[in-house]
């Protein structure tokens, strides 16, 4: 059985892979391009073409207290047939900003994706020999973003069961194949989401197996105050684009020696400037992503960074 500062560093860190924070940001509203999932919302971006969206909202808007019932309850019908229409419906996306602020939404939330996924995750990690929180953890992380038992059973034919292997084996091997899976999809929305599986190994490199805290993934820091809420949430790093003047530091020059890496050629000098912003481009194009030269979630994700 995990503690619950593991339950809570277990979701912390497919938090930050979601929203950019330890604790999650309960009002996010993304569509994302090429993302079936249509409007996602919430700590940990649930999806309108699930249904998911529609549970939560409705179960929100039957909470006592709930600020922003009345406003969100017209919006029930259409959730609830998945209508792509609400996919740029800014006016929703407004009201569902906003109730992110709400602490009715904070616990709506929390209880909406222990119930549905991180109950059904922990069975799924028992069930499959796992014990420890990193493994918890990733067992979670597929549960949110899908598809854990297909992987699962290529792990097994592949490799063997944890039973047979052991469980760090067996999460390293799940890891890899899971990071694989997501690398060569036909979904263009999945193969940039393979950093989430670069940070599990990171942590598995590290031999963070019961992630132990104080912990920092993909530069956001876990901690028992940040997870307690005695300290304020790491923000999201930076957006970064072409302005005047130009951007600087070491979050461009961070973002140039990704884009080097991925090969394209620029030089790393901490300056965002036209050269940087054409790279930007054509790393957007190789990835099927808008663009605009614009490095927000989307392009740092297809980064790694």
Same mark, same amino acid.
């Given at each position: 059985m995990l503690t619950d500062l593991q339950k809570k560093a277990a979701q912390a860190v497919v938090n930050i892979f979601e929203t950019g924070t330890a604790q999650g940001r309960y009002g996010t509203v993304t569509l994302a391009a090429n993302d079936t999932g249509g409007l996602t919302y919430g700590r940990s971006q649930t999806t309108l073409t699930s249904g998911n969206l529609y549970l939560l909202i409705k179960q929100y808007c039957q909470a006592p207290g709930? =600020?922003?019932?009345?406003?969100?309850?017209?919006?029930? !019908? =259409?959730?609830?047939?998945?209508? %792509?229409?609400?996919?740029?419906?800014? %006016?929703?996306?407004?009201?569902?900003?906003?109730?992110?602020?709400?602490?009715?939404?904070?616990?709506? =939330? /929390?209880?909406?994706? /222990?119930?549905?996924?991180?109950?059904?995750?922990?069975? $799924?990690?028992?069930?499959?020999?796992? *014990?420890?929180?990193?493994?918890?953890?990733?067992?979670? /992380?597929?549960?949110?973003?899908?598809?854990?038992?297909?992987?699962?059973?290529? %792990? *097994?034919? *592949?490799?063997?069961?944890?039973? !047979? @292997?052991?469980?760090? $084996?067996? @999460?390293?091997?799940?890891?890899?194949?899971?990071?694989?899976?997501?690398? *060569?999809?036909?979904?263009?929305?999945?193969?940039? %989401?393979?950093?989430?599986?670069? $940070?599990?190994?990171?942590?598995?490199?590290?031999?963070?197996?019961?992630?132990?805290?104080?912990?920092?993934?993909?530069?956001?820091?876990?901690?028992?105050?940040?997870?307690?809420? $005695?300290?304020?949430?790491q923000s999201s790093p930076p957006t970064l684009q072409l302005q005047t003047p130009p951007m600087q530091g070491d979050a461009v020059k961070a973002l140039q020696l990704a884009l080097v890496n991925a090969g394209i050629h620029v030089d790393a000098d901490g300056t965002f400037g036209v050269e940087t912003d054409a790279a930007v481009r054509q790393f957007q194009l190789q990835k099927n992503l808008k663009p605009d030269g614009i490095v927000g979630p989307a392009t740092r994700s297809a980064l790694g960074l």
């Open positions: 709930a =600020q922003f019932a009345s406003q969100l309850t017209p919006y029930l !019908q =259409q959730l609830a047939a998945c209508d %792509t229409t609400l996919n740029t419906d800014m %006016t929703l996306r407004g009201l569902l900003n906003a109730a992110g602020d709400d602490p009715v939404m904070h616990d709506t =939330q /929390d209880s909406f994706f /222990d119930q549905n996924f991180w109950n059904v995750s922990a069975q $799924a990690a028992a069930n499959a020999g796992l *014990n420890c929180a990193l493994g918890s953890s990733v067992v979670y /992380d597929s549960h949110i973003q899908g598809n854990w038992a297909v992987i699962r059973d290529r %792990t *097994n034919a *592949n490799h063997g069961a944890a039973s !047979q @292997i052991g469980e760090q $084996a067996w @999460i390293a091997a799940y890891v890899n194949e899971r990071k694989s899976w997501l690398a *060569n999809n036909s979904n263009p929305s999945l193969p940039p %989401t393979v950093y989430r599986m670069n $940070a599990f190994l990171q942590l598995i490199g590290d031999g963070n197996w019961d992630l132990p805290l104080p912990l920092t993934v993909r530069g956001v820091l876990i901690s028992e105050d940040v997870l307690s809420g $005695a300290a304020p949430a």
